[in-house]
């Protein structure tokens, strides 16, 4: 008694939750690797803000942020840094590797005038550089199967040639003041967020989640996963069960049970809270319609 | 010969990209090249140039303007060009780009990428921010509302506004881009 009376309190004070996941075309199948987590390849020519050693191993902790989740059971084998064809999107056929890559130069000063490529497709493989406008920071493309939404390949570009990269701990850089022993974009702050959508989260309503959209300069904050993040990523690949995908899709293999566990680095309360929410929610979908915004087909 | 698939789905975009505020309407209107109201009456995907080996989907967006707010065309018809896309078995798709809907009306932030025959070609500014959907309930003024869902914003400000009634945006956009010139 005393146990579901503290059960019941958790649930009425903890906000109901937030997070979103990624769909084919936004209202299409839900998105899903086939794999528990995946590869990825850092291109070695880095940024030429921060030493290879620096942003590179800002760039594992993100990974390994998302790895240490204890409710599921994701890992991310590093491909070695390597001079990569910095081409990013999917060729049929061909070897594809999950790049993450810094463009120091802009596709508007690089790309000449009449160049093909500018009005089909874009340039930035072309001509190795960003192609999302000067005010785009980060993005990532991710080539999916249309008709399952399983995800077969998701590249994370950042934009070097109007940003200043950082991986110090803090103060925040002054908004248009000098971004040198300060925080202006936080490496680990931008990869784990993009990494998210890797994964197939898209954006949480929650302001405290990394997965949320807004990302002041000089933040840290979505370094470190929330209750939200972890709530979302363990609906799609909860440990020692199926991993969700939508109606109609055959969800694949899963790893070896294991129960979701309290350890790693985010604090036991909140793996507690997201566990008994993913609990909660996993009831609820059993009876809610097929097209709602979160349901999920599990095989269990 | 680039092939060319008709694109079937309302929109694509699926994630989001973080992008540098702020995204307000002035904001925009000055950092644009164009600023158009439109309507969407072609869409269609295909691979880049160079075919499957450029790893790229690509959406062609056309639109015939109804009103330029800032710049001009003497064109029938505008492009945009926007990254993913889905072609047969395969969807990509680029975080926090804009999604249009067939037949849909918008109001656009542009800057030019270039010409081909026909056409000019553009990019929309400040990827999804830098698109308003116009629509209209039964007896009400237009609206043009922006989605900001899939963009997360650095140095945007906390009062942007994302619902406006189309006349209010329309003034805007003449006031910003008069104090522009």
Partial sequence: ?300 | MRRIVLLLVASFPAAAATVRGPADVASLTAAAEAVLHARVVAQESGWGAGGESSGVIFTRVTLQPVEWGKGSGARATVVVRVPGGTVGELTQTVEGVAAFAPREEVVVFLRKLGDEPGAAVYAVERLALGKFSVGQAAGRPARAVRDRSHVACAGCAAGEEDDLLVGDLRERVRRAAGSAR
Wanted: aromatic letters at 6%; charged letters at 15%.
């Fill in chain 1, 1 to 300: 008694m005393r146990l579901s009376a503290a059960l019941a309190a958790l649930f009425v004070a903890l906000p109901a939750s937030a997070y979103e996941r990624a769909r084919v075309n936004d209202s299409g199948p839900l998105l899903f690797w086939a794999t528990r987590g995946h590869s990825f390849q850092i291109d070695s020519r880095g940024t030429t803000d921060l030493s290879a050693a620096s942003a590179f191993e800002a760039v594992r902790r993100s990974f390994a942020t998302w790895a240490a989740v204890s409710c599921s059971n994701l890992t991310f084998a590093e491909i070695a840094p390597a001079q990569t064809d910095r081409s990013v999107g999917y060729v049929p056929g061909a070897t594809n590797r999950n790049l993450v890559l810094w463009r120091a130069q802009s596709c508007a000063s690089t790309v000449p005038a009449g160049d093909p490529c500018v009005t089909q497709g874009g340039c930035s493989n072309k001509y190795d550089c960003w192609d999302y406008g000067s005010t785009a920071i980060a993005t990532t493309t991710t080539t999916s199967n249309t008709a399952t939404g399983e995800i077969l390949d998701a590249d994370i570009e950042l934009n070097d040639s109007g940003f200043t990269f950082t991986t110090v701990d803090g103060p925040p850089c002054a908004p248009g003041g000098p971004q040198v022993g300060c925080v202006a974009y936080d490496v680990q702050n931008t990869v784990t967020h993009e990494a998210g959508h890797t994964l197939g989260l898209a954006h949480s309503t929650d302001q405290t989640a990394t997965m949320y959209a807004l990302a002041p300069i000089g933040e840290t904050s979505k370094r470190a996963l929330h209750p939200d993040d972890l709530e979302g990523i363990c609906a799609i690949y909860p440990k020692g069960g199926p991993t969700s995908v939508s109606p109609g899709v055959t969800p694949p293999g899963s790893a070896p049970s294991g129960g979701c566990g309290t350890s790693g680095a985010p604090s036991w309360e909140a793996l507690l809270a997201a566990a008994a929410l993913v609990a909660l929610r996993k009831n609820h979908r059993a009876s809610a319609t097929a097209t709602a915004a979160k349901t999920t087909a599990h095989a269990g």
